[in-house]
DNA sequence: TGGAATTGGCTTTTT
DNA sequence: GCCAATTCCA
């Protein structure tokens, strides 16, 4: 028997600050929290406490930043609430994606959107924008995708419509960007999809300007909660402050030093605004840390006191004082590695840790792969928080957009993705004459393909082909939404097969049929043929639809004639199918779409199991929020940690250099217990080795509170060209050969990197006399940041620059 | 048309 | 160094 709720006992335990912000239920309230300041606790307790007063947890929304959050939220505020009865039911926890996602599903007729819309991914976006450029008539090579992509992006996050964009388009890029942005928006529409940013957006704009929605989301949500308020943009807030234009009752909690989101466009003034916005906002901060020893809180904050742009907070601890931090200097990437996990199993047997207590975070991706290789080798168990990854796989992309096109038949990117999946005789001339015909008839690929009897020029066998595939469609469409009446496009396929296109298609479909009559007839829910059983509509059967598309498409037999031994693709496939029917399991009203949703808005983070008995490695992005005993950032590099994209700062200020500090103070703040910096001399990027500069942000902090492990023999300076062993044959033996200038330069920047350092005084032919800022190696070129004396500040590249070292 | 082989390009972070 | 896209060949 739960204990009676009530608005003390829910209280209890909370410090004075966290009581404040727990009680502060009416009007706009900002919680600065600082990094383990208990955040969530009080969140968490200050949604029981308006339980507690009476509000129905419906009337409560809280928003949080991925969905491992929201679910953790949502079952803290469950137990909280076991004893409110129906009063604590159906709070409404999810991320802004998933909440705009839901919403749009329920409003779409006012945001006017087609009511099935798919959600695309950034590799459906990818694929769209490439589209979108040719159909400008403009070229791929000029217009880079990714460049585009992240443009559009921007402009979404801000609110501009096409037209809006165009309109403040000057220079030439951007004016064709305009157009190709508008194209992407009628493609979009084409495939009735829209994308992650049009989520934000379509709310947004959706909240502004229909009154009535406006209303009665209001009504809704009397209560709004927005966590990680900090890396909110544009669109976001303006959805957040829609919620709550009349009864104001906004709690934005967030810590503007945990900010890491600006390249995404996280608007960092949303936090640091938040009082002008709202005049009489009450502000509570949280600065108690509970987290970390006393050493690893006054590296964090000698760190982050670097940056300007911050609202100021000191944090503080009773812990104890802990030991000084590892600071490790190790030759190459694998010694940085291999003395990284030493020293780890070393610590976790005498501190009698277990390995889910310890994780290694680093900046880029890229440097798991070392670290993997040697916790392998010391047959360490870990686990990496990408579990995207699995959803990346070309056979689970396959398999989804399989299921994509059968949710939305008008999705023609997953169409076409699968349409010769496996192969079915389709190339790229019998697809450009379906899309052709598509387009002049206004037609979506798979209905042109239900039609491809009248498309023009297309070989019988490849129209053969084509109908089959609608066919097959058109059964899948028609066992996953059993009350649906037949789709057009189904329609005009009728005509049957003739003999002689049956006979050629033979071969191709063989496999495929068989497996279909080998599905048991009573095997639930499908059977074979058209016959209509209708199970989706009472329980959820996202593996029966799988199972069924696995063998009708022709997938399973074609991964298993792949030559035996490990079947890898077979085994995923599995696996995916495993996992649906846990979907099914825990979502028994789940539509097609809600997985396909679930799926596609998962992140990285939200795959992670807690208590695994596993290492946990990630990137320091993915580290925000969480907490380990024992930590490790490998990397601490100049041109890593700060990355050398923000280093280069192309934006002509230093709020990137800024965010770089404040990722590596969260990486530095997830630490509880030990805490371990390491960085390389010599690293290998892409191919190529070079040699490193240690992190700026190191010597932002006081030395006294490190513990050097130097294992760099200091002499490598003039042997440094030989230190790598290079076996020289193969392709590498020929790119070698070809690149032997760059290589030759690339040990004379070597040496130039070694020769000047940041802080020193240096001459420069036509600036004069200024001080090195920076240095940075990027491949064959060190570059350096050179405040000077008269000139200004200055980015050189090292070789070019014949800089001269002036004794002080 | 489809698979194999070669080449060029490239990496920050993610909903 | 790795991957995707392109080119080459059967």
Known sequence: MPAPLTPDSVLQGLTPPQREAAMTI????????????????????????????????????????????AGEMRTRVASLLSGAGNMGRGATVATFHSLCARLLREFAADANLPNTFSIFDSADQTKLIKQAIKDCSLSVDNFQPGAVQSAISNAKNKLQTPEAFAVNAAAFFERNVARIYAKYEALLRENKAVDFDDLLLKMAILLRDNATVRQTLEERFQYVLIDEYQDTNHAQFVIAHMLCRNHKNICATGDPDQSIYGWRGANLSNILEFEQFYPNAKVVLLEQNYRSTKVILQAASALIARNTKRKKKDLWTDNQKGEKIVLLKAADEHQEAAEVVKRMK?????????????????????????LEDALMKAAIPYQIARGTEFYARKEIKDMLAYLRVVANPADSVN???????????????????????????????LEACGQSHQIPGLAPRAAASCKKVAELFKAWRAAAYPNEPAVPAAEASEAPLSEEEEESLADLFNQSEEAAEELPLNEPPFVTGTQHSSPITHHSDIRGLMDRIYK??????????????????????????????EFDAQNPTGTLNDYLEQVTLASDVDKLQDAGGSVTLMTLHAAKGLEFPWVAIIGMEDGL???????????????????????????????????????????????????????????????????????????????????????????????????????????????????????????????????????????????????FQTSGTKKLILQYARLEKVDA
């Open 26 to 69: 009416d009007g706009p309230l900002l919680v600065l929290a600082g990094a383990g300041s208990g955040k969530t606790r009080t969140i968490t307790r200050r949604i029981a406490y308006m339980v507690a007063c009476g509000i129905p947890a419906w009337n409560i929304l809280a928003i949080t930043f991925t969905n491992k959050a």
């Open 346 to 370: 070393a610590a976790k047997e005498k501190e009698g840790l277990s390995w889910s207590n310890c994780a290694i975070f680093y900046r880029t991706n890229s440097l798991s792969r070392v």
């Open 415 to 445: 169409f076409e993705r699968i349409v010769n999946v496996p192969p079915r005789g389709l190339g790229d001339t019998s697809l450009t004459r379906v899309q052709s015909f598509g387009a002049e008839f206004d037609l979506s690929l």
């Open 552 to 581: 009708e498409s022709g997938l399973e037999a074609d991964y298993k004639k792949e030559d035996d031994t490990e079947n890898a693709k077979a085994a995923n496939i599995e696996e995916l199918i495993t996992v649906a029917a």
């Open 641 to 787: 940690i700060p990355h050398s994209r923000a280093i280069s700062g192309l934006s002509g200020n230093n709020d990137d250099m800024e965010e770089e500090r404040r990722l590596a103070f969260v990486g530095i703040t997830r630490a509880m217990v030990r805490l371990t910096l390491s960085s390389a001399r010599y690293r290998m990027v892409r191919g190529e080795t070079i040699r490193t500069i240690e992190s700026q942000f190191i010597s932002e902090m006081p030395d006294e509170i490190f513990d050097l492990v130097d294992l760099t023999a200091e002499n490598d300076d003039a042997g440094s060209v030989g230190y790598h062993d290079e076996g020289g044959y193969g392709r590498r033996a020929q790119k070698e050969r070809r690149s032997y200038e760059s290589t030759a330069q690339r040990s004379e920047a070597d040496a130039l990197a070694g020769e000047f350092k940041r802080g020193m005084l240096v001459r420069h032919a036509q600036f004069g006399l200024g001080r090195i800022e920076e240095i940075s190696a990027a491949g064959t070129m060190t570059r350096a940041v050179v405040k």
